[in-house]
């Protein structure tokens, strides 16, 4: 890299060394173990511990898993006790709980906060401070010796005393004082002994999230406000403010911090500071010490794009750091060449970060024709390491954002530039074409009632924002307190829709001018104009011409708002069952029925007494209450044995279990992170076998009704595979080998509506997932042609009505190859045959004839 002369000597650039892909969700919560390893925490609930290979490789899947937490698994710390590396989580289920990373076994769980333990860290002494969102945090003494496998622990100081929820808790090294900052802005030192507030200090304008110990009796902190601050200890006991560093994340909230003195470095004046944010960056920055020998300086020198939020950051003893992604994965970076991962793996990387998508709507309006050439802008080197610059395709077919890396020499493609969302408003919303909130412009905002008597609140959201960053800001902006943030971001996706809320732009900051997420006043453009109507049919009878004359220009005018098209609502997930008892029942008589050939008796009772009642309260994700337990491994690998080894005559109470357990977090982590997938390998075969291509090849006869619910549940099982981003790329990937065995299985006009129903679903889900990520037309075509086909002849009008919407969202975006071919394949007339169906299957044909209507 190269370095400027303010620069601390001896940074050398952070280089992708491995990805870990084991979680289901959002990795929260990361760090460094004894020997090289690494844990991590999710919202999927899991923990997952990644050892080394032999060759000193990361593994592939997760060395161990560990499950028991009932929620989020938001924080994680090493515990170096009595000779003992323990690890330490902490989750929104409010309990702490302490594991041995290196059997994987709990060994005891602390409670007694009152809501999410959102951080952990270790103090000397076999002592650990944890914070929490019930504003306090606590100190808690452990006992744990090398000979014996238990552990006992007890809180000895509870410190109450914060306006808001305690972001993040450290006890200064070699020092009896801990250092606590909050959503009130403030920081506090306390007496770890005696839990008594020595000293609050302020000075960040917004919520401060976290801190890290500095090697020479300091603290830096950093908060919402993106800025970093720098915090020397005095002899007295307090904390002096020693500089500031504003618009590290460029205008946006900055998650969490870790520093330390450069490995091999010796020199205890070069401190190695990382940062991630909302603005999917990893900062790498050095610290330094002035002159004086008291003032600290925070010199930004490496800027990773990431291609979500990254959450959590950690450095290792080894100088390698790891990141926790809201794309559900952890990334190793590392500045030894010889870790360097492969070239395959760095590219797969940089094209995840290059298909971003960054509204013009976040960034304040940008006319791509007046921006310039790629060509020319980029051949002028940037001026620092992680600016932005927004350029035009050179053959003049959209824009794309570049950063340039000081350590390549050379601009990187970060994302493309999106127009930003018109919105319809969707439920809830204001406006069709959305509202403000203190001034600043959303694309919905919603009428929020806190309580009786009190006055409703306004919550501004904009389409494709991270839904617990738009909650945070509606709690710090209202100081509501930090318990209802699950609640607000839950109430928002019900809100806004499932469409809405999956991340259309990874970037919520300008990237040019690094200002803020919203721009007051730059809502999404003009009005729109008339339109002409076609009359009779609205695809066969005539084309679409809105806005009446055509513009000299040739320029396609804006249609009228689309109500249906592309599917608002997200993806579905079939995850509801009231025949559990029923289900029960079939699997024990099979169990007794098959004998020898069945999984064992304990694989059965585990199915049967532990994970049924897990799945009661209404299934799948969107269960809660005694009925939504966490899925264990040992559950999920039963239900994998049922897969496996039953005839497929008899599978399909085991395709009704393995159905709703993937549409849990936890369910499908398992089956598809540490598991590898192999469970849908088994439910396609069991489809292959029930509907073989050829009827001749039918060797496992089913039994006369077991065709039909093969179909059907192994539909419904794929059909689960969506809600969840990291497994969702499994299903895109075999989606030629699902198409087929499924829409010979569930999507033939002989096969049982309610099948043609649940095919259809997987159709539209296949329609928004490539949609919102923007597939190219090649990709699209088999799904389109699956679609129209169906069309053709489907006189069901919920079925045809789904096949008709996942046609639209298909079709619908900027790519015109998409519209043509699906024009070829017969589009139009398919659509005619289903609009007198219903008047929402002709609102369909409308909304689609305006994107296939030429000027």
């Not at 830096?220 to 005095?234: F, G, M, P, Q």
């Not at 074409?433 to 694309?443: A, I, K, L, M, Q």
């Not at 002989?750 to 990709?779: C, G, H, I, Q």
Request: proline share 5%.
């Amino acid at each position: 890299m190269a370095s400027s002369s303010s620069s601390p000597p001896g940074l050398v650039p952070y280089r992708l060394r491995a990805e870990l892909r084991g979680h289901a969700s959002d990795v929260r919560a990361v760090v460094a173990l004894p020997g090289g390893g690494f844990a991590t925490g999710s919202r999927d609930a899991t923990v997952c511990v990644w050892e080394p290979q032999a060759d000193g490789s990361m593994p592939v899947e997760p060395t161990r898993l560990l499950s028991g937490h009932d929620h989020f698994v938001v924080s994680l710390a090493l515990l170096p006790c009595d000779g003992r590396a323990l690890l330490a989580s902490g989750s929104s289920d409010k309990s702490i709980r302490i594991w041995d990373p290196s059997t994987g076994e709990c060994l005891t769980s602390l409670r007694g906060h009152t809501d999410t333990v959102c951080s952990l860290s270790v103090a000397e002494g076999n002592r650990l401070v944890s914070s929490s969102w019930d504003k306090t945090a606590r100190v808690w003494q452990l006992d744990a010796s090398a000979e014996e496998p238990s552990v006992s622990a007890k809180c000895i100081s509870t410190l109450s005393g914060h306006e808001s929820a305690v972001w993040d808790a450290l006890l200064l090294p070699s020092s009896e004082i801990v250092v606590t900052c909050s959503a009130d802005r403030t920081l506090k030192l306390w007496s770890a002994s005696t839990g008594k507030c020595t000293s609050t200090v302020s000075g960040h304008t917004d919520v401060v999230r976290s801190l890290s110990a500095l090697p020479f009796s300091g603290v830096i902190s950093v908060a919402n406000d993106s800025s970093a601050r720098l915090w020397k200890s005095e002899p007295s006991g307090g904390l002096t403010l020693s500089s500031t560093a504003s618009d590290v994340h460029d205008g946006n909230f900055i998650y969490t911090v870790d520093a330390r003195v450069l490995a091999g470095s010796g020199d205890r004046s070069a401190v190695t500071v990382i940062s991630g944010g909302e603005d999917n960056a990893l900062r790498v920055s050095g610290l330094t010490i002035g002159d004086d020998g008291r003032t600290l300086r925070l010199h930004t020198v490496q800027t990773v794009t990431h291609p979500g939020s990254v959450w959590s950051v950690a450095l290792s003893d080894s100088g390698d750091l790891i990141t926790g992604c809201s794309d559900g994965v952890a990334r190793i970076f590392t500045r030894d060449p010889s870790r360097v991962a492969a070239a395959g793996a760095l590219e797969v990387f940089e094209a995840s970060v290059a298909a971003r998508q960054v509204s013009t709507k976040l960034i304040g309006g940008v006319d791509a024709k007046k921006l310039p050439l790629a060509s020319e802008a980029l051949a002028v080197p940037g001026v620092k390491d992680g600016e932005n610059k927004m350029v035009r395709r050179d053959d003049g077919d959209g824009a794309e954002v570049h950063m340039w890396s000081a350590a390549d020499g050379k601009w990187n493609k970060v994302g493309d530039i999106v127009d930003g969302p018109g919105g319809d408003g969707g439920a809830g919303s204001s406006s069709g074409g959305g509202s403000s909130v203190r001034g600043v412009r959303y694309d919905y905002v919603f009428d929020v009632d806190v309580g009786e008597g009190q006055p409703k609140l306004m919550l501004g959201y904009n389409r494709g924002e991270d839904t617990y960053v738009a909650a945070q800001r509606f709690i710090d902006d209202n100081e509501l307190s930090q318990e209802f943030l699950d609640q607000t971001a839950t109430f928002i996706e019900s809100q806004a829709g499932v469409g809405a809320t999956t991340m259309v732009s990874s970037s919520s900051s300008d990237p040019l001018t690094g200002g803020g997420r919203y721009i007051p006043g730059s809502g999404g453009g003009g009005g729109q104009g008339g339109a002409g109507t076609a009359s009779g049919n609205p695809l066969m009878g005539g084309r679409y011409i809105p806005g009446g004359d055509a513009p000299a220009t040739p320029s396609r005018p804006s249609p009228p708002p689309r109500k249906l098209i592309p599917h608002a609502d997200g993806i579905i997930t079939l995850s509801s069952s009231d025949q559990l008892e029923k289900i029960g029942a079939k699997l024990a008589d099979f169990h007794a029925a098959l004998g020898g050939a069945s999984v064992s008796d304990e694989e059965m009772g585990l199915i049967r007494t532990s994970l049924l009642p897990k799945l009661g309260g209404g299934g799948g994700i969107r269960a809660s209450g005694p009925g939504a337990g966490v899925v264990s491994d040992e559950e999920c690998a039963a239900v994998e044995a049922l897969l496996a080894k039953w005839p497929t005559s008899q599978v399909f109470p085991a395709l009704d279990i393995a159905r709703l357990v993937v549409a849990t977090p936890s369910g499908s982590a398992c089956l598809f992170g540490r598991r590898n997938g192999v469970a849908l390998t088994h439910v396609l075969r069991h489809v292959a076998t029930a509907f073989p291509a050829d009827s001749a090849a039918m060797t496992d006869a089913p039994a006369p009704k077991a065709p039909g619910a093969v179909a059907l549940l192994g539909c419904r099982f794929v059909v689960n595979l969506f809600h969840n981003r990291v497994v969702g790329s499994t299903v895109r990937a075999r989606q030629a080998e699902i198409l087929t065995a499924l829409g010979r299985a569930a999507g033939a006009p002989d096969s049982a509506p309610r099948a043609r129903d649940t095919f259809a679903a997987l159709l539209l889900n296949y329609a928004v997932a490539l949609s919102e990520s923007r597939a190219p037309a090649a990709d699209r075509a088999p799904v389109l042609e699956a679609v129209i086909v169906r069309l053709r002849t489907e006189k069901e009008e919920p079925v045809a009505f789904r096949l008709a919407v996942a046609l639209g969202t298909l079709m619908t975006g900027d790519d015109k190859a998409v519209v043509e071919a699906a024009m070829s394949l017969g589009a139009a007339a398919a659509v005619a045959l289903a609009a007198p169906l219903s008047s929402r299957c002709q609102q369909v044909a409308t909304e689609i004839a305006t994107l296939i209507a030429v000027d």
